[in-house]
Nanobody
Framework: QVQVAESGGGSVEAGGSLRLSCKISGYTETNYCMGWLRQAPGQEREVVATIDNDGDSKVADSVKGRFTIARGNGKLTLFLQMNNLKPEDTAMYYC????????????????????WGQGTQVTVSS
């Protein structure tokens, strides 16, 4: 059984930084797309960044230049380095994974990620 666990959320002031971590266990497929998604109260969930098994990544325009997605040495560990945080970054952040690499590019189908974590809250105050 695949388990996804995020950590690293918290409260910071605008301009601050946070690093989110995600550990995926029980995943045995060679191919994958892993990603970070977020959802603010009253808003739709959006994809923040994704990375596939080849290490190719994509970052949303709204966070480009501020957020960086990376894999750990163990490959099934995922990080999101968030710098220069803004109040509009406040949301619940979710880590997700799927064996279909196409999800890393077909963001409109992000609801199809098979494996999700419980989420970690990020709150940015002005």
């Amino acid at each position: 059984q695949v388990q996804v666990a995020e950590s690293g959320g918290g409260s910071v002031e605008a301009g601050g930084s946070l690093r989110l971590s995600c550990k995926i266990s029980g995943y045995t497929e060679t191919n994958y797309c892993m990603g970070w998604l977020r959802q603010a109260p009253g808003q739709e969930r959006e994809v923040v960044a994704t990375i596939d098994n080849d290490g190719d990544s994509k970052v949303a325009d709204s966070v480009k230049g501020r957020f960086t997605i990376a894999r750990g040495n163990g490959k099934l560990t995922l990080f999101l380095q968030m710098n220069n945080l803004k109040p509009e970054d406040t949301a619940m952040y979710y880590c997700a994974a799927d064996e279909w690499v196409g999800l890393c590019y077909a963001w409109q189908r992000s609801g199809e990620f098979a494996h999700w974590g419980q989420g970690t809250q990020v709150t940015v105050s002005s």
